[in-house]
């Protein structure tokens, strides 16, 4: 597959216009024009890119790229070292950020609902956030073992809200600023990937249980997801490969 028709379809199908990035969403590195293995992942490290390179891969599909806002635009470093290893073996970078937390379908917070089970889910207006109903009243202890059991990790649970919970928040990623407005939407749980030290004395005061489950571990369903569906859509070779990350 053409490498412009790849970026023109995903582009179109994450709605990339849409969203006001921190990043460039789209082709970040350019290598060869032909595309038939892809490697998909969370984060395009070294270890990544290594891994893509073992396999001959065309292209790395990942949901934290390069470029952000605000840092140095220099290349130097760890930067100049993974860029030149994907020139040096013509694999292109390829990275969509903010689309693929919220889509519909493919986003990470979409596929977290699945996960858990959670319906009649909505999305807030100006930011990803998302709220919905588990299928009955739930005992908490169970809740967060299926939030562990599903992500292969233990959260941190900062407590502050009842025994029996239904009403469930959640944003991937480091989203923990959102407590705030998951209060105000009635959430008994609110889920993010990442804790900051207010988050403690919020959840507490505020009578809501937070769940800080993994900035890497709940955005790892999105990109394999995106993966699986280039790969049934257009017959590709795509493999997820996932780098631990604790964090």
Same mark, same amino acid.
């Not at 597959?1 to 379809?9: E, G, H, R, V, W």
């Not at 030290?197 to 919020?202: K, L, M, V």
């Not at 900035?215 to 955005?219: L, R, S």
């Given at each position: 597959?053409?490498? &412009? @028709? $790849? *970026?023109? +379809?995903?582009?179109n199908l994450l709605n990339v216009s849409n969203y006001k990035d921190y990043a460039p969403n789209g082709l970040q590195?350019?290598?060869?024009? =032909?595309i038939n293995k892809i490697v998909t992942g969370v984060s395009a490290s070294q270890a990544l890119i290594e891994q893509a390179i073992a396999v001959d891969a065309d292209a790395i599909l990942v949901h934290h790229g390069y470029f952000w806002k605000n840092e140095s635009p220099v290349i130097t470093g760890i930067k100049q070292r993974r860029i @030149?290893? $994907?020139l040096a073996n013509n694999i292109n970078l390829i990275a969509y950020h903010l689309p693929l937390d919220g889509h519909a379908e493919f986003g990470n917070n979409a596929q977290l609902a699945r996960l858990w089970g959670i319906q &009649?889910? %909505?999305e807030q207006q100006n930011?990803? $956030?998302r709220i919905g109903q588990l299928t009955q009243d739930t005992n908490f202890a169970d809740f967060k073992k299926l939030v562990d059991k599903t992500l292969n990790r233990k959260s941190l649970h900062l407590p502050g809200g009842k025994n029996m919970v239904k009403t469930i928040a959640w944003c991937s990623g480091g989203a #923990?600023? +959102?407590?705030? #407005?998951?209060v105000n939407l009635g959430a008994d749980v609110y889920i993010s990937g990442e804790v900051s =030290?207010? %988050?403690?004395? *919020?959840a507490l005061e505020s009578k809501i249980h937070y769940l800080s489950a993994g900035?890497?571990? %709940? =955005?790892c369903l999105g990109v394999k997801s995106l993966g699986n569906h280039l790969q049934e859509q257009f017959s590709l070779d795509v493999t997820f490969i996932n780098i631990l990350n604790p964090v």
């Open positions: 597959m053409n490498i &412009d @028709k $790849l *970026i023109n +379809y995903l582009d590195v350019s290598g060869i024009a =032909e @030149k290893a $994907l &009649d889910t %909505t930011s990803l $956030l #923990q600023g +959102y407590i705030e #407005q998951a =030290e207010p %988050t403690t004395h *919020i900035h890497h571990a %709940t =955005e």
